[in-house]
């Protein structure tokens, strides 16, 4: 029988109300053996996510604060859960507990990740599943960075052992057995990991929107969702600034090629974002698949006559960035010039130090330095191998007046990233979405 791993975010287990639309989702599809989740997040606009809740208690205990506020809101968000499912479980013995380890001094990372702990044990509840705690089942090693050996090892045979079971996300536990939580938005790494133990078909994540959209809706007005796209093409997007998903989610279920829908708990019809393993070529792609963009970034502009018969020229570049620690976004050349974009932030406390040694080590004609540039990177498939996409791309920068500053194609293909002044970002995306889809 197939198994599928479903993840809930947040928002979707905000309140009794969103969870029973989770409870109807889990059953109707027997294969939804495994439920991931989150803490619960935001009910409306201005509420406070649960998980920042325990962060803030956990600061005010260390600093020997008043926490009894604190604790009272995070007590009455479970109980409240609890009471208008009409469960009985007693969760407030479970609260009482974190609540003491809190001012006894249990680490922060506990503290966060009990949102998802006390949500998995109503759930667990809920749903009639078996509760696994993810401290028992996924690892860190000493640096605090996952364990996938030893996670691999254990995990797969402990879910073995259960029919149908809640795994909470977000965290899991050190070699000293303290709690360790992933970074925020976690909990999707979680499920990614359970489906990949799992050895499962399809991974859900589901969350308040229908999946990716083509561009950033804040800057395109109504885009159109992205209905399949690679876990390559992801990648480029999301590092790009396209969020939905955490960006380290894709690595555990890579492997495994295991597909990941994302989908919408408040519109669970729409099919939402299918994320799949690489295709040959372009596949059924025609087009492109979304685009994304970031501000800030530096562009250096390092010019030679002669550099492409200069053996070990960029080599010697790259030692200069490196001898400063700097790792590099783009590096587009020329016959005689070569290109660097590394973001604004990274830069900015040694640039000129960074000049200067390239000046000693490379000998350049000159170095030309700008920063406040934006990167727009589109991204697709379909482009493998067809005609007149960048052409199409350029011409609706031009007639929409945005200097291009840089380009930068991948031999692979799947993107063009573009570099224009960030003052023209906006207009440069619209362009490109508007000429494009
Ligand atoms: N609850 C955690 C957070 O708010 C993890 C997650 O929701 O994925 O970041």
């Not at 002669?306 to 010697?316: D, L, S």
């Amino acid at each position: 029988m197939a198994v599928k791993v479903t993840k809930f975010g947040g928002s979707s287990l905000a309140s009794a109300e969103q969870i029973l639309k989770m409870k109807k989702i889990v059953e109707a599809d027997e294969a939804r053996k495994f439920v991931v989740p989150s803490a619960p997040g935001k009910r409306f606009k201005d509420d406070v996510k649960v998980t920042d809740l325990l962060y803030s208690l956990h600061d005010a205990a260390s600093h020997f604060e008043e926490t009894e506020e604190i604790y009272r809101q995070i007590v009455r968000r479970y109980t409240d859960i609890r009471d208008e499912l009409g469960l009985s479980i007693k969760i407030e013995d479970y609260l009482e507990k974190v609540y003491e380890d809190i001012k006894t001094g249990a680490n922060e990372d506990y503290a966060a990740s009990r949102g998802e702990y006390l949500n998995g044990l109503l759930i667990a509840d809920l749903l009639g599943y078996d509760f696994i705690d993810a401290a028992d089942v996924i690892f860190f090693d000493e640096n605090g960075g996952y364990d996938a050996k030893k996670t691999l090892s254990i995990l797969p045979g402990a879910l073995k052992l259960h029919e149908r079971a809640v795994v909470p996300g977000f965290y899991g536990s050190l070699p000293n057995g303290k709690i360790r939580t992933f970074s925020r938005g976690g909990s999707d790494i979680t499920g990614s990991i359970v489906a990949r133990a799992a050895n499962a078909d399809l991974y859900e994540n589901w969350t308040d929107v229908s999946g990716f959209m083509m561009a950033d809706p804040r800057i395109v007005e109504d885009p159109k969702k992205i209905d399949v796209v690679t876990y390559r093409e992801l990648r480029e997007l999301a590092y790009m600034g396209a969020t939905v998903l955490h960006e380290d989610s894709i690595f555990p279920v890579l492997e495994a090629a295991i597909p990941i829908n994302v989908k919408n708990t408040n519109d669970p019809e729409n099919s939402g974002t299918m994320i799949i393993p690489a295709v040959e070529g372009r596949g059924e792609a025609d087009g492109i698949t979304g685009i994304a963009g970031k501000k800030n970034f530096t562009v250096i502009t390092i010019e030679k006559d002669g550099m492409n018969t200069e053996i070990g020229f960029g080599r010697k570049v790259l030692t200069c960035l490196e001898k400063f620690g700097l790792s590099f976004e783009h590096m587009p050349t020329s016959i005689d010039t070569i290109s660097i974009v590394v973001a604004d932030v990274r830069i900015r406390h040694c640039i000129e130090e960074l000049i200067d040694e390239i000046h000693a080590v490379c000998q350049p004609d000159s170095v030309e330095v700008s920063s406040n540039m934006a990167i727009i990177a589109t991204v697709g498939r379909g482009m493998i191998r067809q005609v007149g996409v960048s052409a199409k791309l350029f011409a609706a920068l031009a007639d929409s007046h945005v200097n291009v500053r840089m380009i930068d194609q991948g031999s692979s293909e799947i993107n063009i990233i573009v570099g224009v002044e960030n003052d023209d970002f906006e207009k440069a995306v619209k362009a490109i979405y508007n000429a494009l889809v």
